[in-house]
């Protein structure tokens, strides 16, 4: 919205304070989203990964019961 108002991407990028480099990479990422749109993308993304790490951590455990019976036997 900041450069629809006339404003050069620096400028823009230094009233939402971040830089120059972080304002053309979240554009070309969200460029095409509404902020909600945007914000909801990145909840995903995080619940995403939340839900991966917890994956991980239950095939180790299962991996580590294998091993620990495979022993037992």
Do not use: F, H, W
């Not at 914000?39 to 455990?61: C, F, I, S, T």
């Not at 580590?64 to 036997?73: D, F, P, Q, V």
């Amino acid at each position: 919205m900041e450069l629809a108002g006339g404003r050069k991407v620096p400028e823009a990028a230094k009233k939402i304070g971040v830089t120059e480099q972080t304002y053309c990479q979240g554009k070309q990422e969200y460029g095409g989203l509404r902020v909600d749109q945007a914000k909801r993308l990145k909840d995903l993304e995080k619940e995403n990964a939340r839900q991966k790490r917890l994956l991980a951590e239950a095939e180790l455990d299962k991996a580590i019961s294998r091993e620990a019976a495979s022993g037992n036997s």
